[in-house]
């Protein structure tokens, strides 16, 4: 049974920093592109950064843009998403998420497996 499992999250100031961290299992991880979305209260659940699976490719949200950035190490079956200058507009549940191929993807209907989800609160 594939599983995703985020960490990382936690309660920061604005500025501050945060890297979440999502492992995976049961999964042939090099051969699936990921990506992070998340989800504020009240809201959908919207696209953060993607990457393909040789980590060679990116692509994020505009709204993130130049203060995160997601990276993998496919030797440990993990992907992650450092976020630096975080804003309170920020807070949201994070979730991981594995793309049903290899390449990025910002559309939610291109993933197949999702993670439980972290909580990222950023206060002002």
């Known amino acids: 049974q594939v599983q995703l499992v985020e960490s990382g999250g936690g309660l920061v100031q604005a500025g501050g920093s945060l890297q979440l961290s999502c492992a995976a299992s049961e999964l042939p991880f090099s051969n699936y592109g990921m990506g992070w979305f998340r989800q504020a209260p009240g809201k959908e659940r919207e696209f953060v950064a993607a990457?393909?699976?040789?980590?060679?490719?990116?692509y994020y949200a505009d709204s993130v843009k130049g203060r995160f950035t997601i990276s993998r190490d496919n030797a440990k079956n993990t992907v992650y998403l450092r976020m630096n200058m975080l804003k309170p507009e920020d807070t949201a549940v994070y979730y991981c998420?594995?793309?049903?191929?290899?390449?990025?993807?910002?559309?939610?209907?291109?993933?197949?497996?999702w993670g439980q989800g972290t909580q990222v609160t950023v206060s002002s």
């Open positions: 990457i393909d699976r040789s980590g060679t490719s990116t």
């Open positions: 998420a594995a793309a049903y191929r290899g390449s990025v993807y910002s559309l939610i209907n291109s993933y197949v497996y």
